[in-house]
């Protein structure tokens, strides 16, 4: 029952214009029967006053509310989930193709307004890392709920570029954001192998979490075309003539050869690449996230725990 | 000399060669350019397979223009106009002129137009030539034959106008191949003594030529060379053309008569007021109006409820059409006419049920049932094969054991003259007697039964039946095709010798279980096994009666005469009702009262010939009544206008060139040239067809080839 419910075809989905409304239909349906986690504890971020019971740790008793009202109250705070995750939204050209209804661009920023949505229903902070025109544009992580509703925002606001310089933001990611936090790069990967490589081991060695999602869609795939013709770049506008059943096995040749060796390379890194096609239902990709999540937490308590880190 | 095209108007199709082009333009490569994610997967192609793939396509564009040209060229149908064979004559000239006579000359001024042209041909003819004048329609009349040189009266112009003036209209259809035999024939026969020139023979075609006249099967026969054909065509003016195309009577289950008629609207006008009427015995019982579109026809159906069982005549007619001829179709209802079948069986006092009993009891003496079973013995039938009027229909030879060679040769006789013989083999037959009797004259051969003793544990079955053949059609469905428990335990080993003889199912030896054979006008069934249930168990069984009752049914509808007659042909004997002396008495449509006619020789007689349309009625002598009344119509297919072009007519029958007008006529010793129309037709179009298929073919390799 919710698998019918939330396997939503994309191209019923990107006729949805809010993508708010988009996201919180796709992630109640994948997140229903989850509950918020019930457990609050001590951080910088307030939540709420409870009155003092036996036990409580005397540091959190508010003595100004006692001053006034005579009674004692422990302040309590938003638990930090410990997990920062940044999303990083691949704008170039290429992403702005499209065999059937869907484009990559617009299957990846649905996509993306899930992973936000469904990161902030685990109170996680969610940042957004996009180009736009000249500059990259950086929206910090937060867990505030009109955080969600920013990012959201500025995901509607992005569009396809023409050339653009994905792997840049990359760069730029790993000189802004801290150590130690979760990276989702939604892009199409179709960037030149060392450059991408290298960024990415780069985000790596700063000890985040990298998750890859591969956006492909399934004309670039099967190379479905029967007339001879000629191709242009999305990106760079290069002409390239082609008579398709001739090429076809040699385009797919090249095209296996160029993702296995990036497959390769994120194995070793430890990095999580998984493709997507555009015509998949997009909770097939929001629980590829939602466990590899799982594991990242348990992964990093476990860590902790060897170090003998407590929580505040 | 030269090329010519029997329809150039198909040369319009050229435009067709501007498709291939126009697709191209469409389709090229660098039209549609198609913009892909990134192109750095797809291997680069070098400039000069580039190049080489535009001319292939431009190859390709080629192809497919040269397959659009042969395609317009097939469709306009080429032919190679040869010079005249000959080229040397002088003497006097021989015309026949043809004149058409069918009923579709009727309409307008065509046929006062035919006689015109043809004293206008006889006009021209000079002082030596001789003419015949002949009409012809599904027949063929001389009415004014070349005579001999030494009568001088018969085969001049004088004569020949007065045929003309004779000429009369008939109630027939149009058929061109015997009346151009005919008048062949007549050219041919005129011989010159030796040492004089030989004549000119000129066939003068005057007519609508009517493209349903020349049916496809004649295309194969022409002209002798030394004949030349000149065509005179007749065309009517355009107007309102309807015409009664079919008339039927079908009998629903309430008993009620449903008369229906077909009709056509050949002009180019929308008709809506035009009438059909159904007159019964003389008296308009309804009228259904109609409206029709050009080139639309449409049925109208009366309801005739009957009075008695006793036989029906009317007709439907047309009204609102100028053209009457065609307007008016006859139909009668007989009561079915039950045949009577003789049963051939005798009493058997070693067996307790014979094959008599079961033959009896399968064939009751029913109203429902097609025939008049009569059981007897083989005296029985000699005396009925004596008798034309109690000659039996089907005959049953069961289970007798007298049969000798001399009756077996009468019931051959009986069969070759149409009479329909189902023989059942017994266990008390011989095999020499059998063949000798009528088996060799049917090209089979029997060495007699498989197995000289009987075992009831060896069972055979039929292991296949023909479902093809009339007699196992019903039995096509999945419940009633299984015959594989019926039982044999014997049964008698027929060679078959004749390809005609025909196997409608074998045992599991592959012996043949029945047999068939048409033999002259009749047809010989033989099932190779005995009604006894020593030998099967087939008498017992639930297929006994329906395949008795289907074999029966098959012979019987094959000596079912025809029901309705067309003008223009002559009635056959069986449509005769005789007394036992063989005379009937008969009337035909355009008679006014009755003629005698013998069955001996009636199918030769004048009687039998169907000149116009109407009611065919015959009885016995002796009969107050008429005991059979069928339909005379014309044909239908003469109403179609549709003619064709006097160059193709002259394609497919003349082998002959025109070489020249009479006017033209040489003097004695004189050496004609060929002109440039004297031609004999060759025509390409198929050859074209057969080499654009080869060219299709190679545009479809070089296609694949280019993609793969």
Known sequence: MMGTLHSIDPAELAKVSDLHLLARTVVDGIMGGMHRSPHSGSSIEFAQYRPYAQGDDPRYIDWVLYARTDRLHVKQYEDETSLRCTLVFDCSASMDYASSAVTKFHYARMLLACLATVLHHQRDSTGLVAQRGESIGYVPPRSRASH???????????????????????????????????????????????EMIAHLKSIRARRHDVIVFQISDPAEQSFPFDKTVTFVDAESGAEQY???????????????????????????????????????????????????RAHALMTASMKNARAGVGAR | MGLSFLAPLFFGGLALLAAPYIIHQIRRPEREPIRFSSVMFIPNISKEVIERRRIQHILLMLLRMLLFLLLALAFARPYWKTAAAVTETGGPALHAILIDTSYSMGRGELFADAKEMASEIVAKTSDRDRVAVMTFARGQKVLAPFGSSEDTEAGGAVAAKEAIGRASLTEEGTDYLPALQEAQNLLTAQTVPPGQLEPRRILHVISDFQKSGMPASQAGWKLASSIELDLAPVTPEPGRNLSLMDIGIKESTDGALRVLGKVKNWSGDTVTDAQVALIVGGV??????????????????????RNGDGPLEGYLELRGDTFALDNRRYFTWNPPRRKPLLVLADERGDQPYPARTFLSRALPDSAGLPWIPQMGALPDLIAALDDP?????????????????????????????????????????????????FLERAG??????????????????????????????????ANYNDFSTIRFTNHWVFK?????????????????AILERTIGSGRLVVWAFALSLDWTNLPKHPRFVPLLHETLAYLGDSTKAASAWEVGRRLTVDALAVNAAGDSTVQVPGQDTPAGARLADFEHDDVSYLAHA????????????????????LEAIESDPISIAPEEFMLKMAAAPRIAQPEDAPSPGETVEPAAENTIGAEYGRLIIAFGFALLLLESWYMSSLRG
């Open chain 2, 614 to 633: 109407g009611f065919f009625r015959t009885r016995a002598p002796e009969d107050e009544t008429w005991r059979h009344v069928d339909p005379v119509n």
């Open chain 1, 148 to 194: 969600l509703r920013r990012i959201l925002v500025d995901l509607d606001n992005l569009k396809p570029l023409g050339a653009s310089d994905a792997t840049g933001a990359l760069k730029y990611l790993g000189d802004v954001i801290q150590p130690r936090g979760m990276v989702v790069l939604v892009s199409d990967l179709l960037h030149p192998l060392d």
């Open chain 1, 242 to 292: 082609a008579v398709p059943d001739t090429v076809r096995e040699a385009y797919l040749a090249n095209r296996r050869e160029h993702f296995d060796a990036l497959r390769r390379e994120c194995l070793a890194s430890e990095i999580d690449l998984a493709e997507f096609t555009t015509n998949e239902p997009l909770d097939r990709a929001l629980h590829h996230f939602l466990h590899h």
């Open chain 2, 389 to 437: 009027a109690t000659r039996p229909g089907i005959v049953v030879v069961g289970d007798i054991d007298a049969l000798d060679p001399g009756a077996g040769q009468r019931m051959m006789d009986y069969v070759e003259k149409g009479g329909q013989l189902l023989v059942v083999m017994s266990d008390r037959m011989n095999a020499d007697v059998i063949n000798a009797a």
């Open chain 2, 496 to 512: 078959v010798e004749d390809p005609a003889v025909r196997v409608v199912a074998r045992f599991d030896d592959e012996a043949p």
């Open chain 2, 284 to 305: 308009e019982t309804g009228v259904n109006p109609l409206s029709l579109n050009p080139g639309n026809a449409t049925q109208t159906s009366f309801v005739l409820n």
């Open chain 2, 444 to 477: 089979l051969r029997t060495d007699g039964p498989a197995y000289p003793d009987i075992d009831p544990s060896r069972a055979e079955t039929l292991s296949w039946v023909d479902l093809d053949h009339p007699v196992f059609v019903p039995f096509r469905g």
